[in-house]
């Protein structure tokens, strides 16, 4: 049984950091993984991405500013977020899907997490 279970979320200033953390379980073979987030009221989007070959996407918002990593001894997928603003408050979603490739569709991705709040104030 696949799990993702994400953590790191809390309330930051504008300009500081967080770095968010996806415990993965469960998965075997190729797999990418995505950070996604959803504001209130707005549709869920694709922040960053790695796929298996650790190829990466960065969404244009945020490209510069947050980075993903996979550690794979530990089976986490980390997404650091630097120079916060406003705008990036939201919950934040770790996504996998047994493919390849990553995608920014929601509907690519089959695995999902619970998800972890991410507030910045101005």
């Known amino acids: 049984q696949v799990q993702l279970v994400e953590s790191g979320g809390g309330s930051v200033q504008a300009g500081g950091s967080l770095r968010l953390s996806c415990a993965t379980s469960?998965?075997?073979?190729?797999?990418?993984f995505a950070w996604f987030r959803q504001a209130p009221g707005k549709e869920r989007e694709g922040v960053a991405a790695?796929?298996?070959?650790?190829?990466?996407m960065y969404a244009t918002a945020v490209k510069g500013r947050f980075t993903i990593s996979k550690d794979i001894s530990k089976d986490i997928v980390y997404l650091q977020m630097n120079s916060l603003k406003p705008d990036d408050t939201a919950m934040y979603y770790c996504?996998?899907?047994?493919?390849?490739?990553?995608?920014?569709?929601?509907?690519?991705?089959?695995?999902w997490g619970l998800g972890t709040q991410v507030t910045v104030s101005s």
């Open positions: 996504a996998a899907r047994p493919k390849l490739l990553c995608s920014w569709s929601t509907n690519d991705y089959n695995s």
């Open positions: 469960g998965f075997t073979g190729s797999n990418a």
């Open positions: 790695v796929d298996s070959d650790d190829s990466f």
